[in-house]
C-alpha cells in the first residue's frame, strides 16, 4: 500500500473550512449567531417559488439561469450578459482561482480577510499572501506593496467579515489604480446590501472601467437563503467568458434560480432586514461597550467583539459561559483574533440575550467563576 493518489502540492496544507456551530449537545433551543445567517429566515415569496420548484426535480436546470440573471440585471441596472451566478460566491471565488493561478502564483488579501481566500487559492495550488492592515482595516498601500511579479489575483472583503470594517470607494479605486493591469482585483461584496453609506460602492462603476475587476455577491446573508448555495458576480466580458467555460453547465439548482428570483424582487423583505440590523447593531455595540468590551464599527450584520486578557473573562471563557446558556458565536482563532468573538446580528430578543448573558458573565465574582 505504499502508493496511492497523490492530490497536488498545497491540498493537503488546506485547513478545512469551519463554519459555525449550530448544535449543543444537551441544549434544545438555541440562539445560533455564529454564521451571519438573516434572522428572519428568507423571504415568504422565495420560500413559496422554492417550493413550487418541488414538482419539477427531475428536469435539469436552465444552466444559463437566465431567469435569475435578468432579475439581478433588473434590480441593479445591470447587463445581465455580465452576471455570472453560481452555487454560493464561494464557488464563484474558488472557480476565479482556479482559472486565474498556476502553481506558484500568489494571490493577496488582507490580513483578517475571509478565509476562503486562502483555502481556494490552496486548492488551485497558488499561495496566499497576506498584506498587515490598520485597525483591523485593509490597508491599501499594505496591500500595494505586497504585490510581486507573481501576484495573479487579489480579494478584497468590502465590507470585510470578520471584522465589519471597509473602505470607502475612493481607496478602492487607489487600489486598482496602484495595481498592475493584469491582476485580477476580485471586490467580495457579501454585505452590500446592508450598507448605504455615500462613500462607499459595492465596486460595480471599477468593473465597468476595465476588464481587470469583479465583483461577487451572496444570496446567504440578508436574504437569507444560505441553504441554497446562491452567489452571483458581475464582471467584464473575458472574465465572464473565462466562467462560463469553467463553472460547471448546472451549477445552480433549479429551486435556487427561483428562490433568487423571487428573493431579490422583495425588496420590502430587504429594506426591513437592513433596517432591522441598523437598530440592533448599533444598539448591541453600545451596550456591549458599556460592559467594557472592545467593538470593532461594523458595517455588515454581525460584531467582532474582543475581551481582557483575565482567563476568567477572556473570550473563551465568555464562549463556553454563551454555549452553556444556549447562545452560540463564532470564535474567531483561526482569524487571528483569538481574543474576540463574532456575533452576528439577530432578533430582538437574541440581542437582549447575548447582551444578559455577557453582562451575567463580565459581572460575575469569582465565586461563580469558578464554578
Ligand atoms: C458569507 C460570505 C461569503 C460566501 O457566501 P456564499 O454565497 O454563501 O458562498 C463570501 N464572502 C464573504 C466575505 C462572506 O462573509
Same mark, same amino acid.
Given at each position: 500500500?505504499?502508493?496511492?493518489?497523490?492530490?497536488?502540492?498545497?491540498?493537503?496544507?488546506?485547513?478545512?473550512?469551519?463554519?459555525?456551530?449550530?448544535?449543543?449537545?444537551?441544549?434544545?433551543?438555541?440562539?445560533?449567531?455564529?454564521? !451571519?445567517?438573516? /434572522?428572519?429566515? /428568507?423571504?415568504?415569496?422565495?420560500?413559496?417559488?422554492?417550493?413550487?420548484?418541488?414538482?419539477?426535480?427531475?428536469?435539469?436546470?436552465? +444552466?444559463?439561469?437566465?431567469?435569475?440573471?435578468?432579475?439581478?440585471?433588473?434590480?441593479? !441596472?445591470?447587463? /445581465?450578459?455580465?452576471?455570472?451566478?453560481?452555487?454560493?460566491?464561494?464557488?464563484?471565488?474558488?472557480?476565479?482561482?482556479?482559472?486565474?493561478?498556476?502553481?506558484?502564483?500568489?494571490?493577496?488579501?488582507?490580513?483578517?480577510?475571509?478565509?476562503?481566500?486562502?483555502?481556494?487559492?490552496?486548492?488551485?495550488?497558488?499561495?496566499? =499572501?497576506?498584506?498587515?492592515?490598520?485597525?483591523?482595516?485593509?490597508?491599501?498601500?499594505?496591500?500595494?506593496?505586497? =504585490?510581486?511579479?507573481?501576484?495573479?489575483?487579489?480579494?478584497?472583503?468590502?465590507?470585510?467579515?470578520?471584522?465589519?470594517?471597509?473602505?470607502?470607494?475612493?481607496?478602492?479605486? $487607489?487600489? $486598482?489604480? +496602484?495595481?498592475?493591469?493584469?491582476?485580477?482585483? =476580485?471586490?467580495?461584496?457579501?454585505?452590500?446590501?446592508?450598507?448605504?453609506?455615500?462613500?462607499?460602492?459595492? &465596486?460595480? #462603476?471599477?468593473?465597468?472601467?476595465?476588464?481587470?475587476?469583479?465583483?461577487?455577491?451572496?444570496?446567504?446573508?440578508?436574504? +437569507?437563503?444560505?441553504?441554497?448555495?446562491?452567489? %452571483?458576480?458581475?464582471?467584464? #466580458?473575458?472574465?465572464?467568458? =473565462?466562467?462560463?467555460?469553467? $463553472?460547471?453547465?448546472?451549477?445552480?439548482?433549479?429551486?435556487?434560480?427561483?428562490?433568487?428570483?423571487?428573493?431579490? #424582487?422583495?425588496?420590502?423583505?430587504? #429594506?426591513?432586514?437592513?433596517?432591522? !440590523?441598523?437598530? %440592533? $447593531?448599533? %444598539?448591541?455595540?453600545?451596550?456591549?461597550?458599556?460592559?467594557?468590551?472592545?467593538?470593532?464599527?461594523?458595517?455588515?450584520?454581525?460584531?467582532?467583539?474582543?475581551?481582557?486578557?483575565?482567563?476568567?473573562?477572556?473570550?473563551?471563557?465568555?464562549?463556553?459561559?454563551?454555549?452553556?446558556? &444556549?447562545?452560540?458565536?463564532?470564535?474567531?482563532?483561526?482569524? &487571528?483574533?483569538? !481574543?474576540?468573538?463574532?456575533?452576528?446580528?439577530?432578533?430582538?430578543?437574541?440581542?437582549?440575550?447575548?447582551?444578559?448573558?455577557?453582562?451575567?458573565?463580565?459581572?460575575?465574582?469569582?465565586?461563580?467563576?469558578?464554578?
Amino acid at each position: 500500500m505504499s502508493d496511492s493518489p497523490k492530490p497536488r502540492d498545497g491540498v493537503m496544507d488546506i485547513a478545512a473550512y469551519v463554519g459555525g456551530e449550530s448544535k449543543i449537545p444537551g441544549v434544545n433551543r438555541i440562539i445560533k449567531l455564529s454564521s !451571519n445567517e438573516g /434572522p428572519f429566515g /428568507p423571504s415568504v415569496h422565495a420560500s413559496k417559488a422554492h417550493a413550487t420548484e418541488a414538482i419539477n426535480l427531475h428536469r435539469y436546470p436552465d +444552466g444559463g439561469a437566465v431567469a435569475l440573471r435578468e432579475a439581478i440585471g433588473k434590480r441593479y !441596472n445591470l447587463d /445581465p450578459v455580465r452576471i455570472v451566478c453560481g452555487a454560493g460566491s464561494d464557488e464563484l471565488i474558488s472557480l476565479l482561482c482556479s482559472a486565474y493561478t498556476s502553481p506558484g502564483d500568489e494571490v493577496l488579501y488582507s490580513q483578517h480577510g475571509f478565509m476562503m481566500y486562502p483555502i481556494s487559492a490552496k486548492a488551485a495550488g497558488a499561495t496566499p =499572501v497576506t498584506a498587515p492592515e490598520t485597525n483591523k482595516t485593509a490597508d491599501v498601500d499594505a496591500l500595494l506593496r505586497a =504585490v510581486t511579479d507573481k501576484t495573479k489575483i487579489v480579494f478584497l472583503a468590502n465590507p470585510n467579515n470578520p471584522t465589519g470594517t471597509y473602505l470607502p470607494k475612493a481607496e478602492v479605486a $487607489r487600489l $486598482r489604480d +496602484g495595481l498592475r493591469d493584469n491582476i485580477l482585483l =476580485v471586490i467580495d461584496a457579501a454585505y452590500a446590501e446592508y450598507v448605504k453609506l455615500d462613500d462607499y460602492s459595492a &465596486g460595480i #462603476e471599477l468593473v465597468d472601467a476595465g476588464n481587470n475587476t469583479v465583483m461577487t455577491r451572496t444570496f446567504s446573508k440578508i436574504y +437569507g437563503l444560505g441553504g441554497v448555495r446562491l452567489g %452571483w458576480c458581475y464582471a467584464p #466580458e473575458n472574465v465572464v467568458d =473565462v466562467l462560463n467555460r469553467v $463553472r460547471g453547465p448546472f451549477n445552480v439548482s433549479s429551486s435556487a434560480i427561483a428562490a433568487g428570483v423571487a428573493a431579490i #424582487e422583495d425588496v420590502a423583505f430587504e #429594506e426591513m432586514s437592513r433596517a432591522h !440590523n441598523d437598530k %440592533w $447593531r448599533e %444598539w448591541t455595540a453600545v451596550e456591549l461597550q458599556k460592559l467594557g468590551l472592545d467593538v470593532t464599527p461594523s458595517l455588515g450584520n454581525f460584531l467582532l467583539v474582543c475581551f481582557g486578557d483575565d482567563p476568567d473573562r477572556n473570550a473563551e471563557a465568555a464562549d463556553q459561559f454563551l454555549k452553556a446558556r &444556549g447562545i452560540v458565536i463564532r470564535r474567531m482563532n483561526g482569524y &487571528g483574533f483569538p !481574543n474576540c468573538l463574532r456575533i452576528t446580528i439577530g432578533l430582538e430578543e437574541d440581542m437582549r440575550a447575548v447582551v444578559d448573558t455577557l453582562a451575567a458573565f463580565l459581572g460575575r465574582n469569582d465565586t461563580d467563576a469558578n464554578q
